[in-house]
C-alpha cells in the first residue's frame, strides 16, 4: 500500500517538511469525510423539487398536474408524464416540436393550457384514474434524471342525500331502535356513518345490508322504506348501500323535553358529505306547553290594552297643558311616564 505524502512539523518546530514515512498519520472518520469533501468537486443533478396530482376528482373536471425541477445548474433534455405505463405528454425544449401528445385511455391533454411544468387534462372520467409519473431527464453529458409518482381516483358522487328510515316515530328509553340509511349509487360507495344527538354510534351498533334484504318498510318525515340494495350502477363498481343500525334508546338519549335527533351521513374520503336525519320523541313529548302559549297570548294582550290607554290620554294631556302622573297597575313590563321628568 502506498504510503501517503504528509505535511508535518519535525521535532526542532520548523514547519513544511515534506517526507514520506511508513508512519501513518491517524485520521478519524470525519478528517476522512472532510478530506474527501475538500477533494472531490461538488456534483450537480436534476432533481425535483414539487410534484402536484389531485389525490380525489370528480368525473367531468378538469384537473392541473404540476412537475417543478431544479436544474442545479444543467440544461434539461426533456420532461415526460406517464399514466401506469402509458406515456401521455413530452416536452422537450431543444427539440423542433418541443411538445408532444400521446394517446392513452382517458387522457385528454388540453394543449393550450399545458406547458413547461404544467399539464392541463379535462374531460376527466374514470379511465383518468391511476398512478401518475413525472420524469425529468438532464441534457448531455450526464443524462441524469429524477422521477416522482402520486395517484389520482376519480369519483362519482351520489346525487342526493341518503334515504333514512324508522320503523316508528315515538320511543320509549329502553326500546330497541332500528333504522336503516341507504345512500344513493356512487361510484366508488359511499362510507355511511351513524350519530345520536352529533354523537358518532359505534359501527358495532350498524352493518351493511347483502343483496335481497329489505328494510322495515315505511318510515317517516323521509318518504319511503329502503328498497332493495346491492345493485350495481353504470361502470359495474358504483354501489347503493344500506346501513342497518340496531340501538338501544337510553334516557341520556332524550333532551329534557323527551327528543333526540338520529342523523346519517354519506361520505367518501372528504370528497363529499350528504346527510339525512331524523327526530325520535318520546310519548309525552310536546312542542310547547299549553300554559306557555296562553301565557305568551296574555303578554301580548296587556302590552296592546295599555299602549291604547296610552294613545287615548295623549290629546287629553295637550289640551289641558297638566302634566300628571297617572296611576297603573304593574303588570308585564315596568311603564315609564307619559310627562317628561
Known sequence: MAVPAVFARNSHGSNGVLFSSPIRPKFGSCGVVMILLFILPASSGIRIKEM??????????????????????????????????????????????????????????????????VVVLHNISHAT?????????????????????????VIDEPKSSPQLSVSKQQ??????????????????????????????????????????????????GMGMGVNDVGWTGPGGDGLSRTSRLTLVLRESHFSVGGRATLKCDATYKRAYHRSSKVHLITPGYRTAAPSQKLYGCAVTMVTGLWWSAVAALVPLVLVSGACEEPTFVDTVDPVQRICGT
Open 52 to 117: 402536484q396530482v389531485p389525490g380525489i376528482v370528480k368525473v367531468g373536471s378538469t384537473v392541473q398536474l404540476a412537475c417543478r425541477y431544479d436544474l442545479e445548474g444543467a440544461n434539461l433534455y426533456s420532461l415526460t408524464w406517464w399514466r401506469g405505463a402509458e406515456q401521455f405528454y413530452q416536452f422537450s425544449p431543444s427539440s423542433a416540436d418541443p411538445v408532444i401528445i400521446y394517446d392513452s385511455p382517458g387522457i385528454v391533454v388540453d394543449v393550450m393550457k399545458s406547458e413547461r411544468e
Open 129 to 153: 384514474s391511476g398512478k401518475y409519473k413525472c420524469e425529468v431527464l438532464e441534457d448531455y453529458p450526464s443524462f441524469e434524471k429524477d422521477s416522482e409518482v402520486r395517484v389520482m381516483e
Open 171 to 220: 320511543w320509549s328509553p329502553g326500546e330497541e331502535l332500528k333504522a336503516n340509511c341507504t345512500s344513493p349509487w356512487a361510484r366508488p360507495p359511499s362510507e355511511l356513518d351513524w350519530y345520536i344527538n352529533d354523537v358518532k354510534i359505534p359501527a358495532h351498533h350498524s352493518l351493511l345490508v347483502t343483496e335481497g334484504e329489505r328494510g322495515w318498510g315505511m318510515g317517516f
